[in-house]
């Protein structure tokens, strides 16, 4: 059974800094991408970052250059999204996900998901 967590949400005023973690678990046949998504209140859920095993990355034009989708080359279970320079517009519930693909962008369909974890940015 496919299992994600995502942990590292909080608050943080704009200009700072958070790191998410998606820990996933029964995960090895069945997935070799995994992406980071957002939503807002009232709005869609958009893609942030994606990954393959193989560390290869893409992301939304919104947050390039400030955040950056990892893996531990010791730990392909855990995925981390490290966030800079945050502002208020990316306050949002960050969800991670995963799935198997020969691609791995934001844009494929992705199979399993976790709970979510909120991040808040004050002005």
């Known amino acids: 059974q496919v299992q994600l967590v995502e942990s590292g949400g909080g608050s943080v005023q704009a200009g700072g800094s958070l790191r998410l973690s998606c820990a996933a678990s029964?995960?090895?046949?069945?997935?070799?991408?995994f992406g980071w998504f957002r939503q807002a209140p009232g709005k869609e859920r958009e893609g942030v970052a994606a990954?393959?095993?193989?560390?290869?990355?893409?992301y939304a034009d919104s947050v390039k250059g400030r955040f950056s989708i990892y893996q531990e080359k010791q730990d392909k279970n855990t995925v981390y999204l490290q966030m800079n320079s945050l502002k208020p517009e990316d306050t949002a519930i960050y969800y991670c996900?995963?799935?198997?693909?020969?691609?791995?962008?934001?844009?494929?369909?992705?199979?399993?998901w976790g709970q979510g974890t909120q991040v808040t940015v004050s002005s």
């Open positions: 996900a995963a799935t198997r693909n020969y691609m791995c962008t934001t844009g494929i369909t992705y199979n399993f």
């Open positions: 029964g995960i090895f046949y069945s997935s070799n991408c």
């Open positions: 990954i393959d095993m193989l560390g290869d990355a893409n």
